[in-house]
């Protein structure tokens, strides 16, 4: 499933403070420096920390429009698994779109909590165990980056070499070179699983 769409629609799932709109920030900043015209934001109410969020990006070659939020995504990415038991992170996916998820379970066990809980979903999943990547080579369990390098190998929205330059751009500064580094050994170690 590759980015082939006038408008190609993301919605990242997670819980409050696991970082989705930085990845969706990180993902739109690599997608305007490669000349495409982008949307990232999240849609949260009074959150809490641990509460259930959304994000939603799009990705384009022209103008973007809408300002609605995404309904009909092309790529779903689940941050913690917990949430299939809650959320129904299938919704309006068809069976040519993705499903990446931050989980340690195999693909037919994410297939079958979401059919346990009434949603069903015929397209392709990409478990990931990002939050075991990121602790192994990061040091802290943070799937958010980690995820980012999947999310580039299954859509090839953007490039990995534009997604790990913004990484390095914003983050470098923050965290400082080593930090930077092993996280984008993260990245790419997701990007290059199968």
């Known amino acids: 499933m590759k980015y082939h769409k006038d408008i190609f629609e993301v919605i990242f799932f997670a819980r409050g403070g696991q970082g989705a709109k930085t990845a969706a920030e990180i993902l739109a900043q690599a997608a305007t420096n490669e000349g495409k015209f982008v949307q990232a934001f999240p849609s949260f109410g009074p959150e809490r920390s641990g509460a259930p969020t959304k994000t939603y990006l799009r990705i384009s070659d022209g103008v973007i429009r809408t300002h609605e939020p995404v309904v009909d995504p092309d790529v779903v990415v689940v941050l913690d698994d917990t949430l299939l038991g809650s959320q129904d992170v299938a919704n309006n996916l068809d069976k040519k779109e993705a ?84 996280n984008i050994a993260a990245i790419e170690k997701a990007y290059n699983t199968i």
Do not use: C, W, Y
């Open 99 to 182: 499903l990446i998820i931050n989980t340690e379970m195999a693909e037919h066990e994410v297939r079958s909590q979401i059919a346990e809980h009434g949603g069903k979903f015929e397209g392709k999943i990409h478990p990931l165990d990002a939050s075991g990547i990121s602790l192994s080579i990061v040091g802290q369990p943070r799937p958010n980056t980690v995820i980012l390098g999947k999310f580039v190998q299954v859509t090839e929205a953007v490039s990995l070499e534009s997604l790990v330059d913004e990484f390095r751009k914003i983050f470098e500064p923050k965290v400082g070179k080593e930090a930077a580094d092993n």
